[in-house]
């Protein structure tokens, strides 16, 4: 089983960039999947996560109307649209598999990918 989570990269303030979290060995329409970030010095947040069954999306207040998650069973993936980035999104981004949403909100899932760093500076 594993979740590669890849697309980060070095981008400007104010610029965008998308996410992708592909699954090998599980099914991801099977799970709710999360997306999380780890800034430097800080502790691993939740940014988003959306359900399996009818793809509900759920967002942290810091990147409600920025980051958009969706998925894409038939390629077995799921995706983190982010927009008006800024220098505090800076973070390692993580994508995990779990079958309840409130476990992803806390933090905690069965099944974690390793993380792709974004860097947000001029």
């Known amino acids: 089983v594993q979740l590669q989570a890849s697309g980060g990269g070095l981008v400007q303030p104010g610029g965008s960039l998308r996410l992708s979290c592909a699954a090998s060995g599980l099914t991801l329409d099977y799970y709710e999947v999360g997306w999380f970030r780890q800034a430097p010095g800080k502790e691993r947040e939740w940014v988003s996560c959306?359900?399996?069954?009818?793809?509900?999306?759920y967002y942290a207040d810091s990147v409600k109307g920025r980051f958009t998650i969706s998925r894409d069973n038939a390629r077995n993936t799921v995706y983190l649209q982010m927009n008006s980035l800024g220098p505090e999104d800076t973070a390692v981004y993580y994508c995990a598999a779990d079958f309840e949403i409130p476990r992803l909100v806390r933090v905690s899932a069965d099944h974690w990918g390793q993380g792709t760093l974004v860097t947000v500076s001029s």
């Open positions: 959306i359900s399996s069954s009818d793809s509900n999306t």
